[in-house]
């Protein structure tokens, strides 16, 4: 069964398209300084091409079906490349939704004796225009979501170096903010490297923590703790005032932690720690360990 | 029956677990522990985990009686040589083992060992000079 709207694209698609893009010209809807009118043509030819085809199974409502394949795939490149452009995913959901006036005009010139059949042509046609609008900009958001991923993705791995200051000394410099996932992250790798340097004294710096939260803290304090268990230390330094504050207000226990103002005051804690045997052998360098 | 080896060295024992812990295993070693330092009469107990890359609630609970034991028994524990996997699993379950000193490895756990002893033994000489006096 074929639907009057795809009659109506089967039987005037050069029209329709002239007028789909008089009507963008007209409606405002079109970016010269962003897009030529060539390409835009061009856009709109293939998008009426594969609309054409995909109603042909007589199928409008659903759009996740395999008769849009095509025209969905033509859907994600358009969005991929608009955002590109610079669009904005209204303007792209826009693009679409303007070809609704040029349709129905059409079909009501067409059908003018029935005004039933074009008044439930148009719902049918509003609602699958509306949904492959949709789409677009669901597309925009995925491809959104995506970027986000991998930023996080690669602020996790940057985010997390722990250097060695002296001998038996390393230091881990916390910038951000601490989620579970980082946090989990930070852990690992400090504990690791203590295995691997022989460390004694670990110095966790959170002058680069903005806020620390209860999560944050116990967080901490986990850290703290398996670092003890693994046979080392754990300086914690750079609290802020508001944060001492904050934590003092939140009740969490740091008793069993060594805390210090600066990573200048931790080193220098950890150094005289370690200074009976260091003065026995000589400081070494840093990093040779 | 499996049975994980104690060794003596002077006044201290050294365990070293080179398997996969079960329940069974564990509750042994906490038995053979606990009455070989009242058989040698050791003043510390050095076990060494750095093989041991699975821990569950039990185990750790064992590490922290056997040190709890000890310090009973007058000898001191050191753990020595704890994965970063394990110590994030203890973590994680809530054992913080509070009572259990802990080293890198064994020649850290055995100068810590050996440092604290002497303090005892001078703590003990002092004693004795002021009886003398």
């Not at chain 1, 504990?191 to 670990?202: K, N, S, W």
Request: aromatic share 4%; proline share 4%; charged share 20%.
């Amino acid at each position: 069964m074929t639907t009057r709207i795809h009659e109506i694209l089967r039987k005037y698609p050069s029209e329709l398209l002239t007028e789909w893009l008089n009507a963008m010209t007209a409606g405002g809807v079109r970016r010269d300084a962003l897009m030529k009118e060539a390409e835009l043509r061009e856009q709109c030819a293939e998008f009426l091409r594969l609309l054409t085809q995909a109603t042909e199974q007589g199928n409008l409502t659903d759009i996740t079906g395999s008769a849009f394949t095509p025209a969905r795939e033509m859907l994600e490149r358009l969005s991929r490349s608009r955002s590109l452009q610079g669009f904005s995913p209204a303007e792209t959901a826009t693009f679409i939704f303007s070809f609704k006036q040029p349709l129905f005009d059409r079909m009501r010139r067409e059908y003018a004796s029935q005004p039933e059949v074009v008044a439930d042509e148009m719902w049918g046609g509003t609602l699958l225009l509306d949904k492959l609008g949709l789409y677009t900009t669901e597309v925009h958001q995925r491809a959104r979501e995506e970027v986000i991923m991998r930023q996080q993705q690669e602020m996790m791995e940057l985010s997390t170096p722990v250097v060695q200051l002296w001998d038996r000394i390393v230091c881990l410099p916390l910038i951000g903010t601490l989620d579970s996932g980082r946090t989990q992250t930070v852990m690992e790798t400090l504990l690791q490297r203590i295995v691997e340097t022989g460390a004694e004294i670990a110095i966790i710096d959170i002058t680069g923590v903005p806020t620390v939260d209860t999560l944050t803290a116990q967080h901490l304090i986990k850290t703290v703790t398996a670092t003890r268990l693994m046979g080392a230390e754990c300086v914690i330094s750079g609290i802020r005032p508001q944060i001492a504050q904050t934590i003092v207000h939140l009740g969490v226990d740091l008793a069993g932690v060594v805390t210090k103002s600066s990573v200048a005051g931790a080193f220098s804690w950890a150094l005289k720690r370690l200074n009976p045997s260091v003065s026995a052998q000589g400081p070494r360098t840093p990093g040779k360990a | 029956m499996e049975r994980i080896p104690i060794l003596r060295m002077g006044r201290v024992l050294l365990v070293t677990i080179q398997v996969d812990m079960h329940d069974q295993l564990a509750v042994t070693l906490q038995d053979d522990l606990t009455s070989k330092i009242v058989e040698t009469g050791a003043r510390g107990v050095l076990i060494d985990i750095s093989s041991l890359e699975v821990v569950d609630s039990f185990i750790g609970r064992i590490l922290g009686n056997i040190a709890t034991m000890s310090r009973v028994l007058d000898a001191q524990t050191v753990v020595v040589g704890m994965q970063p996997a394990v110590a994030i699993t203890l973590v994680e379950l809530g054992m913080s083992l509070p009572g259990v000193r802990t080293a890198l490895d064994v020649e850290k756990g055995m100068a810590l060992l050996h440092a604290s002893m002497e303090d005892d033994e001078v703590v003990l000489e002092v004693a004795d000079a002021s009886l003398e006096d």
